[in-house]
């Protein structure tokens, strides 16, 4: 019998397979795959179970439970609600169709920073740890005690929301002014670069003009970062974390933006203030498939699941 975790992105799919019962360190089974273009969600779940069918397993042995790290917003039915990237998903029963391509399997979905968060704390053997996720938009979650909180049937914990500036008028994706993901995401930091330059700026150039520190990409960038820095800042004043991790691609890519929003977060503290570690995500992009594989582990417990470190 295996577990598998799923990790489904708005562009790409990776999945990862693991033996119950199989050594520790043992290697496990992992795939990438790319959506189709076009084809909606028929060629989008034939994708899926071509990747599924790829993945080498010994005969007789079947899928028992999964994991699913998912970006979109579910409805209380657990149909797709909401996603940018995928929006011909809008109304998809997707735990339907994941137990359809693997029959006998449990199934479990959570939002994909969420799961993330979970993975982050078991890599730093930490029971309290809030993680951010920036890149395209700014996703995360969080870990107190060694649970997943607010947990997998009470929604996401979206970092990504908090209100930094309720004055401002960047305008989120949600429709709201003022998140976070507003003005720290890798598209909000874009939109500010190509205002301040007056013409279209990819992310390419706006690295190289960060490492060089141009005025305009130092500007650029050190807004997104003190706005993240409130948040930590934020959050941390409610649930006391022993650490803070910041991963992303957007966040990996340039050099030093951790140190950066680390500093303007110290700036930002009350003398008598938690304090927490503020540092890179240990696991790359990787954290929300380790997360899905953590999630898919928890299914079959006697008691309602609760996902811990």
Not at 57 to 62: E, I, L, N, Q, V
Not at 81 to 102: E, F, K, M, V
Not at 168 to 175: I, L, N, S, Y
Request: hydrophobic content about 45%; charged content about 20%.
């Amino acid at each position: 019998m295996s577990r598998l975790g799923i990790d489904m992105g708005g562009t790409k799919v990776a999945l990862r397979l693991e033996r119950n019962g199989a050594a520790v360190g043992a290697p496990a089974q992992q795939t990438v795959f790319t959506w189709p273009h076009e084809g909606g969600v028929a060629a989008d779940m034939d994708a899926l179970a071509a990747a599924l069918t790829a993945l080498p397993r010994p005969p007789g042995d079947p899928v028992t439970s999964v994991g699913t790290a998912l970006p979109a917003a579910l409805d209380t039915e657990g149909r797709v609600s909401g996603w940018p990237n995928r929006p011909h998903w809008q109304g998809l029963d997707i735990r339907r169709r994941l137990t359809a391509l693997l029959p006998g399997a449990r199934v479990r979905i959570a939002d994909d920073g969420d799961l993330a968060a979970l993975a982050e704390a078991r890599a730093a053997g930490c029971r309290d740890l809030v993680h951010f996720g920036v890149g395209t938009g700014i996703g995360g979650g969080m870990v107190l005690d060694g649970v997943l909180r607010p947990g997998t049937a009470r929604g996401s914990c979206e970092v990504g929301h908090v209100v930094v500036d309720h004055r401002g008028d960047a305008r989120c994706d949600c429709g709201r002014y003022g998140c976070v993901q507003a003005l720290a995401s890798g598209r909000a930091t874009l939109r500010r670069a190509t205002r301040a330059l007056g013409r279209p700026v990819g992310f390419a150039e706006l690295r190289q003009a960060w490492t060089d520190r141009a005025e305009w990409a130092v500007e650029t960038v050190t807004t997104g970062a003190s706005a993240l820095a409130a948040a930590v800042v934020s959050l941390a004043e409610l649930v006391h974390p022993e650490i803070v991790t910041i991963g992303g691609g957007f966040a990996a890519a340039l050099p030093g933006y951790v140190t950066e929003v680390a500093a303007r977060t110290e700036a930002l503290q009350r003398p008598t203030a938690p304090t927490p570690t503020l540092r890179p995500a240990a696991l790359g992009a990787l954290s929300s498939l380790d997360g899905a594989l953590l999630l898919s582990r928890d299914i079959g417990t006697a008691a309602p699941p609760r996902t811990t470190v």
